[in-house]
């Protein structure tokens, strides 16, 4: 994997070379590159997309300005206000029960477990968090010490939950107006700083 240090950075790779399809090898995904970019706060029409990566992918690899692209596809990101992820369990979809099973304090009454909101950094830490809530709804104990208030946690998931919990306010009606718009004048930081504009240093977002 490959990237660079843009706020809306980009990333690339190549697939694998040869790859199986129905046991039978495939030649025609060898030498493909997987490139993605861009962080935006509303949808866009497949054609602005499509522009807006071919734009930045001639900047790492001039030599594929004509390159045709056989998949385009986009979205939107999750960043909460702190930017920090929000892993946890929404109790008000169960009756919040516990038992005893094999020894283990596991949860018996449903509920909604959730994992969301990585800003755009998902690659890594939601294969932690699917590691930590599996643990959580499977009932096996992964001790961790909270050293500054001497609080040991039944599971990691419970630190997530204590010191990043969910806002009750999202920023909503100007959440993503507002984002884009920072989003927007970082992008114009990385434009003129390639372009060699003295610029101040930005602080990070993330």
């Given at each position: ?57 001639t900047?790492v690899y ?27 369990r ?20 449903g ?20 590691s ?70 930005l602080?990070?977002?993330?």
């Amino acid at each position: 994997m490959c990237g660079d240090d843009h706020v809306s950075l980009n990333y690339w790779r190549r697939t694998p070379t040869l790859v199986q399809k129905k046991f039978k090898r495939n030649e025609d995904n060898e030498g493909r590159i997987l490139f993605g970019s861009l962080a935006d706060t509303y949808p866009f029409p497949k054609w602005l997309i499509s522009w807006r990566l071919r734009y930045a992918l001639t900047e790492v690899y001039p030599q594929l300005r004509d390159v045709k692209f056989d998949h385009v596809w986009g979205g939107k990101l999750a960043f909460p206000l702190n930017s920090m992820p929000l892993i946890g369990r929404d109790t008000d979809y169960d009756d919040n029960t516990q038992e005893d099973i094999d020894g283990m304090n596991k949860y018996s009454g449903g509920g909604v477990w959730y994992a969301t909101g990585f800003a755009g950094h998902g690659i890594v830490p939601t294969a932690m968090a699917g590691s930590v809530l599996a643990n959580a709804i499977l009932g096996i104990p992964d001790y961790s010490l909270d050293e500054i208030n001497n609080v040991s946690h039944h599971q990691r998931w419970q630190l997530f939950h204590e010191y990043f919990p969910p806002s009750p306010w999202n920023g909503s009606p100007v959440s993503r107006a507002g984002a884009g718009s920072l989003l927007l004048v970082y992008n114009l930081w990385d434009w003129l700083g390639k372009r060699g504009v003295p610029l101040p240093p930005l602080p990070k977002l993330w």
